[in-house]
């Protein structure tokens, strides 16, 4: 896997993209703070995933329930390789890069955050802020200490949550456009799974190669390997500067940062940044 601060930079440059090029659709017509709580969200589902895997990043973040849910959906995960698996796929337990490293579980995921946000008076989208704004606050903290640092990560969410639950109590035509960020966060997640070493089962069921757990990877030559100098140093940098710069275009488009007409930047500049 990738590390948390690339998966989660991932999840929010991914989010900032289909925003900042949905053209017409909805999606390029959110609130500011509509978009800032499906960057959220986005930033969040790019380290869910990995809740397979017992001593990931997500499985850690909030404590024993963390830990119930990933040993939960280890064992959801091995079941579904065991019986799935072909003669050509690997002989291993299929726990971890498994059924949550899926397009089938992204859909479920998003599905899922939409139903929950349509039923709910705002209480639940209250607790999904939460937990995701707890994924994405520890993904960012690549060096951390399960007891010291735990108060800081439910400190930090809560306030993220305050703040977002306060802005989207009364929008729940908005579901929709959340289910979509935890999806497109989990893509993200996959993505950067494929350029690693293991690359990544993503398109299960579907048999490639006589293979039901096909792992999706592109050459040899281009994989990374996880936490190595090109993640470090290039793939993890790089995409924060592409999330920060595409989320700064999103947010002037709808108005929330003014200030950006005023740096002076090139009119064929403006003239993207500003479409129609």
Known sequence: MATGPTHAMSGLAAWAAVTALAGTHTLSQLSPKTWVVGATLATGAALLPDIDHPKSTVARTFGGMSRGVSEAMSGLSGFLYRLTRTSHDSDRSGTHRGFTHTLVFAVLAGLITTAIVQSSNGTALGVLMFVFAGLTVRGLMNNWSPRSDALLIAVVSLVLTIVCWAWTGDQPHEAAAFGVAVMIGCLAHFVGDAVTEQGCPMLWPLPLGSRTWYPVAPPKALRMKTGGKVEMAIVGPGL?????????????RVGAVPWLAELGLPPSVMAWITPG
Not at 240 to 252: D, K, N, R
């Open 240 to 252: 924060t500067v592409v999330a920060l710069g595409l989320s700064t275009v999103v947010l002037y």
